[in-house]
Each structure stands twice: as C-alpha cells, then as structure tokens.
C-alpha cells in the first residue's frame, strides 16, 4: 500500500501535476447561420400524409420550412454558418482551440462531422468532436465551450448545431416528417470581462428513450429493412415539454440569479409553436420578452434551431444586443438542456 503523508492525501513522492486556469468569464461573440435553399410550403407535403395547410399550421405554426438540395450536406451547412461566425467574432481560424458539432445526420458513423469542418475552415489542429444531442445538442455545447475557457483549454471554441434532417424523413409519416427542415447555427465563444453564460441546467430522461427514435437500427437495415427514419410519439413529447420543460427553464433563471422580467428573449428550441406558446404562458414571460418563433419560415431543425432563431432574433430586433437571453433545447433521448447568457 502507498504511504500517504501529505495533509491532502497524495501519495508520498507522487510529483504534484501542473495544472491549467483559464478565463473567469466567458460569453457568445458571435453567430452565424445558413439555412437549406429550398423553401418548401406545406401544400407541397399534405398529399403523402393525407393532410392539408390549415392542419399543419394549427397543429405546429409551420407556414414553410427550409430544405437543402440533394448534394448538400449538413457540414456544408456547417461551414456556410462557421465561416460568418468567424468573421464576425474578428479572429482567425487558427484560434479556434475546441470544434463542436451537434448532428444527428452525419453521413458516417466515423469519422466526425466536426474534424472533416475544423480542416475546411482551418481551425487544424483544434480538437473537434460531435455533440449527439438531437435538440438539446447546441445548449450542451455552449455548456462545454465555457467550461473549456475558464478551465484554459481552449481560448476560443467554435459551437455548431447542424442537421440534414430531409435525409431521415418519411414523407409519409404523420407524426413529425412535416416539421423537420436542414440548417445549422455556429457560435463562437470566448473570453469576457464579464459573466455572459449563467450555469447550465441539464440532463435526461432515458425513461422515455421511445418517444423520439428511429424506425429501425442499422443492423435491421443491412438486413434487408427500409431506410430507418425519425418519427415520435408527439403527445408525449408535447406534454414533457410543456411541463417538465417549464421547471427546468425556471430552474436555468434561478440558477443565473435572474427573474423572468430581466430577461430580453426567450429562445427555446423550435419544436412546435404550440409547445412556444404554452411554454412562454407557464413562465409569465412579460410582453416584453421578444420570444423566438424561427420554426414558421424555417421549421424544426433539431441542434439548429436555437442559434438560427437566435441569428434570426437578433437581425430583427437589434436592440436585443447585448440583452440577457433564455435558451433552452429538448429531444430525443430525452435530453434537455437550459442556460442564460448574454447575447452578442
């Protein structure tokens, strides 16, 4: 057995390891966005589902949502919104430390969706990984990016959410196939004089693991299935987000010391603007909270849509700059994740 002699227990003659501080303080710099260049309208989807316009839109608030072309691939979308993220933040690839990338539609299983972006755009040698997240995947990023800041592995850490998600739809498929759109949303995050991401709320909820999940598994596939596809249990996702959802928000406010008033948005993930709608309602969000609704024009982009909406906010309502903001992301898993921070 090791001697301990030391007053906080390390091994005697154990050399002590140097270790690593970083910043105090970390905050989003910048964003950036790109969206699939098809706006496709909901009389376009009704047929296969046996559906109609007025159906999806009371049902979702989705009047159109964006798709991508055939030969354009979520990491495309993902260099479009890193490379506007970059210049706006006014710094170099190359200082880039961290390459995050929420996807559920990688066209691989390995390697990453974020090493094949890091190389692109130059962020090599930056250490790149992909978040698999789905919807929660963007607030999980911006969780590990402060993290890795104010611990000083990274100066600068480049967060993506990005999703294909036209790939993993059956078109026949009434349950989420007409609420799903491609795009992806990068932040930069980097050093501040002041604190601009409170704690991060998180977790998940494997209990429900079935409420969100693809048609069938890889091996299932090989075998001769069809291609697996994305459907969801939607009643049980709506009533989990509506109200397990609204206690972790509240308890992302706690945790950033703030109320409900002081906040200037409030961008949950781009869901279904019922679940928008009620979630805003059970918070007590005051008129004068602008609040996200990127999902009309866009739809759900799972990682994505928080940063889109954030990007799409932000070039709306300028006077947001600057302002305290509420994100939030929910999905498959089920996981969640929920913080306040300041926008850029």
Not at 163 to 187: C, H, W, Y
Request: glycine content about 10%; proline content about 5%.
């Amino acid at each position: 057995m090791t001697d301990v002699t030391s007053s906080n227990g390390r091994p005697a003659g154990l050399p002590e390891l140097a270790q690593r501080t970083g910043h105090q303080f970390t905050r989003i710099v910048a964003l950036g966005a790109a969206r699939g260049e098809r706006s496709v309208p909901n009389d376009d989807l009704v047929g296969p589902i046996d559906s109609s316009d007025e159906w999806i839109r009371q049902r979702t608030g989705i009047v159109t949502r964006v798709r991508a072309g055939a030969d354009v691939q979520a990491v495309d979308l993902a260099e479009v919104a890193a490379r506007e993220a970059i210049a706006a933040a006014g710094i170099d690839a190359s200082q880039i430390g961290v390459v995050l990338i929420s996807t559920v539609t990688n066209t691989v299983a390995t390697p990453s969706m974020a090493t094949l972006l890091a190389e692109r755009i130059g962020a090599t040698p930056a250490a790149a990984y992909d978040i698999s997240a789905a919807c929660a995947g963007y607030a999980y990023g911006i969780a590990q990016a402060d993290s890795f800041i104010k611990t000083g592995i990274a100066e600068y850490v480049l967060v993506i959410g990005a999703e294909k998600l036209s790939d993993i739809v059956d078109p026949t498929d009434r349950s989420i196939s007409f609420l799903l759109g491609d795009g992806a949303g990068a932040a930069i995050v980097g050093p501040s004089d002041y604190p601009g991401i409170a704690p991060t709320i998180w977790g998940s909820d494997g209990s429900k693991w079935d409420a969100i999940w693809m048609t069938r598994t890889y091996p299932e596939w090989r075998a001769g299935g069809a291609q697996p596809t994305i459907r969801q249990e939607g009643q049980t996702v709506f009533r989990w987000a509506v109200w397990e959802m609204v206690t972790v928000a509240k308890r992302a406010l706690e945790a950033a010391g703030i109320t409900a008033d002081q906040l200037a948005a409030f961008i949950p993930h781009q869901a279904n603007m019922r679940i928008i709608d009620e979630f805003a309602k059970q918070l007590g969000l005051p008129e004068s909270v602008m609040i996200g609704r990127d999902i009309t024009t866009t739809g759900n982009t799972s990682a994505a849509s928080i940063p889109l909406a954030t990007h799409r906010l932000l070039a709306e309502h300028p006077q947001l700059h600057g302002g305290l903001a509420l994100q939030i992301g929910f999905g498959a898993g089920l996981v969640f994740g929920a913080q306040v921070v300041v926008l850029p």
